[in-house]
């Protein structure tokens, strides 16, 4: 998996082709009495091919703009755009509808259901969409086998290891051919070497995505937050959550 080829530049230039787009985020809390305001006017993009890495200390809000850009949570101001639709213009189940189109999470515990196998937890987001189980479960094993899990499909997620865990999340995450695939601190419960692969899978299947059957359709971009600044050097770019904006660092 340490194959220096995953580490060339996207196969797909950017051309403009915008998965995420973030402007003007604002984002506030209550605490203790007082307004903390973790987002002030956020903004960033990411393109499709492109791995966009997210870092910052803990506490910055990592994890509140990946929520916002993934229509998990609210902004209170800003303009979130994905795959070229406004979120702003959509009612709770426009935005619902949106995210489950357009958007695939890995967090950073794989939140696999315990009591199915790993082919089953990449076939069920995919039936709830609408796909055939034998469509789906087509899907599922070509997936498992990018993640280099092709025999690993029938295995309970208790009987593998965390990176293999984390490799069906993000086979999961990618079930529906999301355009943006947001991963927040996927490497975070994982020792060093399995955090180096798993970036080294992550990069490889972004900067391929787009080039298979299913040409540019099939391509998308990933905002990945993570503390590793070894890793985040490695992505295409690196923006920083620094009091409240991003700066590209
Ligand atoms: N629902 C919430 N209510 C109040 N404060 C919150 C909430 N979510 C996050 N925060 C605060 O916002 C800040 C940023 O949190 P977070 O986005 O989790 O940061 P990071 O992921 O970079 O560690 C922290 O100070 C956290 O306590
Ligand atoms: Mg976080």
Same mark, same amino acid.
């Given at each position: 998996m340490s194959d220096v080829?995953?580490?060339?530049k996207p196969i797909i230039p950017a051309t403009g082709d915008t998965v995420l787009e973030l402007s003007g985020v604002v984002r506030r809390f209550q605490?203790?009495?007082?307004?903390l305001e973790v987002l002030r006017g956020a903004a960033c993009s990411v393109r499709r091919g492109e791995i966009?890495?997210?870092?910052?200390p803990s506490g910055a809000g990592k994890s509140t703009l990946l929520h916002i850009a993934g229509l998990l949570e609210h902004a209170d101001g800003g303009v979130i755009r994905i795959d070229g639709r406004d979120a702003a213009t959509l009612d709770d189940a426009g935005r *619902?509808?949106?995210r489950r189109e357009t958007i695939g999470f890995v967090y950073q515990f794989h939140h696999l259901l315990p009591e199915f196998s790993a082919e089953e937890n990449i076939i069920l987001?995919?039936?709830?969409?609408g796909v055939s189980k034998a469509a789906a479960r087509e899907r599922a094993r070509e997936l498992l086998a990018q993640v280099g899990l092709a025999a690993r499909g029938s295995h309970?997620?208790?009987?593998?290891s965390g990176g293999e865990q984390q490799r069906v999340a993000i086979a999961r995450a990618l079930a529906n051919r999301p355009s943006l695939?947001?991963?927040?601190?996927?490497?975070?419960?994982?020792?060093?070497? *399995?955090?180096?692969?798993?970036f080294a899978l992550l990069t490889r299947l972004v900067r391929g995505s787009g080039t298979g059957p299913g040409g540019r359709k099939d391509g998308f971009g990933a905002l990945v937050a993570t503390h590793n600044l070894d890793?985040?050097?490695?992505?295409?770019r690196v923006v920083e959550l620094r009091d409240g904006v991003l700066v590209e660092s």
């Open positions: 080829s995953v580490m060339e605490q203790a009495g007082a307004v966009v890495a997210l870092v910052g *619902t509808a949106l987001p995919q039936m709830i969409a309970r997620p208790a009987r593998l695939l947001i991963a927040d601190e996927p490497t975070g419960n994982l020792d060093h070497h *399995t955090s180096d692969d798993v890793l985040a050097a490695r992505m295409d």
